[in-house]
């Protein structure tokens, strides 16, 4: 089992940044592909960005490129989620994930762990 706990969420004026991180725990071996998913209200769960066991190849929905920037630290089985130039809708709850295996990395069932989730609240 792997255990994921993320921390980092809160309140910002639009324009503005957060960074998120993720701490993995348990069998942590067992990890391949890490990512980031956020859910707003009445919305289905989306993808955000993911990251490959390595780091070297990251991927983005078109609505956070060149905004948000998704890193690893392998030696702290932590990723981390920076979050620039923050907008309105930007607001959710923020959800880290793990999976064991490379697969399609903005898919939800491609993942076998989830975090608690952490709110982020962009005001106008």
């Known amino acids: 089992q792997v255990q994921l706990v993320e921390s980092g969420g809160g309140l910002v004026q639009a324009g503005g940044s957060l960074r998120l991180s993720c701490a993995a725990s348990g069998s942590i071996f067992s990890i391949n592909t890490m990512g980031w998913f956020r859910q707003a209200p009445g919305k289905a769960r989306e993808f955000v960005a993911g990251s490959t066991r390595n780091g070297d190849s990251t991927f983005y929905a078109d609505s956070v490129k060149g905004r948000f920037t998704i890193s690893r630290d392998n030696a702290k089985i932590t990723v981390y989620l920076q979050m620039n130039r923050l907008k309105p809708e930007d607001t959710a709850v923020y959800y880290c994930?793990?999976?064991?295996?490379?697969?399609?990395?903005?898919?939800?069932?491609?993942?076998?762990?989830w975090g608690q989730g952490t709110q982020v609240t962009v005001s106008s």
């Open positions: 994930a793990a999976s064991r295996t490379i697969g399609a990395i903005a898919t939800t069932l491609n993942y076998d762990y």
